[in-house]
């Protein structure tokens, strides 16, 4: 750096200092990083997807399960309808958006298609603490779910139906065949498509 | 001229990348599920990147606001969006529709062709700044000047 660098205008804000302040920040933002890696929310999101959970597929034939939802027991071998299964964490903010639009496909194939909503989280609303029935409580009714939902403490429906993340999708034929698999936040036309398919195959 | 294009250019790219990194902060579980889905990164690396990547996005979009480093910022926002264009691409050829995150929660695209586009679209702006940096109103020409 010359003399003139030391009395600019910068005075001692020049490059050199700057990018030993880069290099301080970033460093220190990394380890930062590292640090907070393991707090509770962010270490859970970080493994919504169990990259073995690629069981099902679209054409297998769907794992049976058997659960009791807030509307009373679910058997997925006595549905006699197209199953609408949907995996879910009560801490997932997508899942939460996509509640609205789950509840209101509910209400448009009630009858011709069973829904029905699992947790397959081992944390709670919270993020951190050990998911409970009463977080699944606290989710039906701060976003006025309809549909049912059930608690599943040992993740069994979770570890054969998960896949991509939270929210996951299935969807079953009356032959328990699996006929849509999809994660995410997806949009009623590509749910109505899928479940229009299904019920005009049974048609 | 050439000066003069590459500073809209960096006030555009900078501009991104501050909203991209501003809406992240503070929401890193929901990025670091979205990261996750992606099924590219070993869970190890999620959480840190998921807490990092938006503190550098904020970082290198003020560098290019301001005209400072450019041309390290530059390449890093080429490098980054190269990444997230495979990124992106991969999850759409293997079937897996999971939201892109690039926006921070309240951004529900999910992983498509179009958004491979629009992250293709921005390296090239990137590598464009890289290349003719720093153009016009750049702290770097400042300090180039008194150096």
Not at chain 2, 127 to 143: C, H, N, T, Y
Request: proline share 6%.
């Amino acid at each position: 750096m010359s003399k003139a660098a030391a009395s600019s205008p910068s005075g001692w804000l020049n490059r050199k200092t700057l990018v030993y302040i880069t290099v301080a920040v970033v460093v220190i933002a990394v380890g930062l990083a590292i640090h907070f890696a393991n707090t509770g929310a962010i270490s859970n999101a970080a493994q919504t997807v169990n990259p073995d959970a690629t069981k099902i597929k679209v054409g297998s034939t769907a794992p049976t399960f058997s659960i009791t939802s807030n509307a009373g027991p679910f058997d997925l071998a006595s549905v006699n309808t197209p199953v609408f299964l949907e995996v879910f964490a009560s801490w997932c903010p997508h899942c939460q958006h996509e509640v609205p639009i789950v509840d209101a496909l509910a209400k448009q194939y009630a009858g011709r298609v069973a829904f029905i909503g699992v947790s397959g989280s081992p944390y709670g609303i919270d993020g951190s603490s050990p998911e409970n029935q009463a977080d699944i409580n606290e989710w039906v009714q701060k976003l006025n779910v309809t549909y049912p939902i059930a608690f599943d403490p040992d993740l069994k429906i979770a570890n054969e139906y998960l896949q991509g993340g939270y929210p996951t999708i299935v969807m079953i034929d009356s032959n328990k065949v699996v006929r849509y698999v999809n994660s995410g936040e997806l949009t009623p036309p590509e749910l109505q498509t899928a479940l229009n398919g299904i019920l005009s195959s049974h048609s | 001229m050439i000066a003069r294009i590459v500073l809209v250019l960096r006030l555009a790219l900078g501009g991104v990348f501050l909203a991209a990194g501003a809406l992240k902060v503070g929401h890193a579980d929901v990025f670091a599920s979205e990261i996750a889905g992606f099924q590219i990164l070993p869970h190890p690396l999620i959480a840190p990147l998921a807490l990092l990547l938006p503190f550098l996005e904020l970082m290198i979009g003020a560098y290019l606001v301001l005209g400072l480093f450019t041309r390290f910022a530059a390449w890093f926002a080429a490098a980054e969006m190269a990444l997230f264009s495979v990124a992106i691409a991969s999850a759409v050829m293997r079937g897996i529709s999971t939201s892109c995150g690039c926006f921070g929660p309240s951004d529900k695209a999910t992983t498509s062709w179009p958004e491979v586009g629009r992250d293709l679209g921005l390296t090239l702006v990137s590598v464009i700044i890289a290349w003719k940096a720093p153009g016009a109103l750049a702290l770097d020409r400042r300090m180039e000047s008194h150096e």
